[in-house]
């Protein structure tokens, strides 16, 4: 501070001639001129007094906020002698709820100071004490510290209250509806199922001896096989497996998997995962395996995981990242992926499970998000009624205007149809958008080739690419699956849609060398159902022509679709089986294997679980009261009385 700004503080009787300055008046006036000071006055001090002043009170002040400043924890010192007010605040109580003798009021400013040094050191020896504490803790258990206060505060900021899994509400467990059925009565059925089961167990115990909590199984090799679509979680199968396991009663094999999942499944991991196939495999068969046997755990896994896939959808539309790391939070969409976008089968194919966690965790956050993307759909503009695989989840506009009812597209159609079905048909807005789909389907995809095949082709921005890919070939089952619910007119022309596809799917297996169908199926080019490309030809242990034969079988009972199933099951056999599992076929067409060496999860979720319902009676997970995700995990219908009843209960 200049000194010339503190004199006046000093105050002085000399005017302003006192410093040289013009002394008043005109121009002379005695003596030496305008340099002579006037006489000082009795109140006045000399220049060098003033300094003298200025010197001392300066050290006073550096004194004093020195003081303060080397104190313990001087910003608190500062912000109660400069920012309170001069009525103290008591402080707050202890714990134990033993209050504090009343502050004294008397004393003066001394006591009132006192009082606030004394705060200040009992504050300062507690932070030396919470360190202390700290420092005295394993590095683990300083990260789970930090761990539960980044997500608490992570969860204050959401402004919903997500609670976490195990304070999930107390829910009565019912017993499941055809969790088990009887044992087929034509002994040649009971044959074939028990067979179906030894193929179960012969995929489970190598996947065990060799793979035990690893993702999948390399059976040539008879070692662990994982993919990056789980990052670092690990135990695909075993989730996969679960109700599987159980609808066969595998007893002994359905607790180990149990324990695992109790004591092994950690979701706590700096990965990035494939949002899309960590709800269906692991979330879909935790989900199963809790309605099926009652497990606690199993409840707090799935809620426990649904809330780590929550921060996906923080996008500017609701649109999910495809791609997302659990630990971080941070998303992204595949680059291939038509300039950034998500993927219509992959965004689309969350609705069941999402509606099952909020009707399970009482959190209605799960549904919110799912809804929230029809509300997204709905607003957009259909190019001729079809939906293009590709999504900008930033714009909330198209990408490519590629149309597919296979990969990329999918799963989109079937949960339409099954949000209709699982919520007990209530569910108006997925009904109609999925019977308006299909009739955009028929229109624009559905064609017959020439040898009288009925296919679905895929359209690529007004243009036809007459290809049907393996994962196409589900649509027969659902198809004939939506039968009931169509206009009365179209009842029948679906069964028989779903009929024409099962027929096709069919022919694509019978065309090849080894009775399995290729991953894609061409008609054109003078070829019908028929693979022409070299990477089309292989063959992973899919599932969905069997599963279209499930459905058929189930909806029609005609005897052909066990009879193709049956076919299918030799072939497995016959080129599939080895000695540590099963794996896939590169070449289809070749007289020779050549094996992939992968046990994939979904064989034994998805294929040998197909496989064992159509040689079951319609008594084991009856279609009246359980959906099927698409990864074949069965979850219950949401019947209305059921909601009604849970309503009463709370």
Known sequence: MPAASLLPLFGSAAGPGALGGPAGGGGGGGGAGGGVRKAAGPGAFRLTEKFVLLLVFSAFITLCFGAIFFLPDSSKLLSGVFFHSAALQPPPPPPGGQPRAPPQTGGGPAAAGRGSLARIRADHERALREAKETLQKLPEEIRGDIRRDKEKVAQDARGRKEPAASGLPQRPFRPPVGAAGQEPADPAVRQRRAKIKEMMKHAWDNYKRY???????????KQGHSSNLFGNIQGATIVDALDTLYIMEMKEEFKEAKDWVEKNLDFNVNA???????????????????????????????????????PAFNTPTGIPWALLNIKSGIGRNWPWASGGSSILAEFGTLHLEFVHLSHLSGNPVFAEKVMNI????????????????????????WGQHHVSIGGLGDSFYEYLLKAWLMSDKTDEEGKKMYYDAVQAIETHLIRKSSGGLTYIAEWKGGLLEHKMGHLTCFAGGMFALGADGAPSDKTGHHIELGAEIARTCHESYDRTSMKLGPEAFRFDGGVEAIATRQNEKYYILRPEVIETYMYMWRLTHDPKYRQWAWEAVEALEKHCRVDGGYSGIRDVYNNHESHDDVQQSFFLSETLKYLYLLFSDDDILPFEHWVFNTEAHPLPILHKEDGSKEEKQK
């Open 374 to 397: 029809r509300k997204v759909l709905n607003r957009l503009d259909k190019p001729e009624g079809l939906y293009p695989n590709y999504l900008n989840p930033s714009s909330g506009q």
């Open 272 to 310: 990035e995962i494939s949002v899309f196939e960590v709800n269906i495999r692991f979330v879909g068969g935790l989900l199963s395996a809790y309605y099926l046997s009652g497990e606690e755990i199993f409840r707090k896994k799935a809620v426990e995981l649904g809330e780590k896939l929550l």
């Open 211 to 221: 793979a035990w909590g690893l993702n999948e199984l390399k059976p040539i090799s």
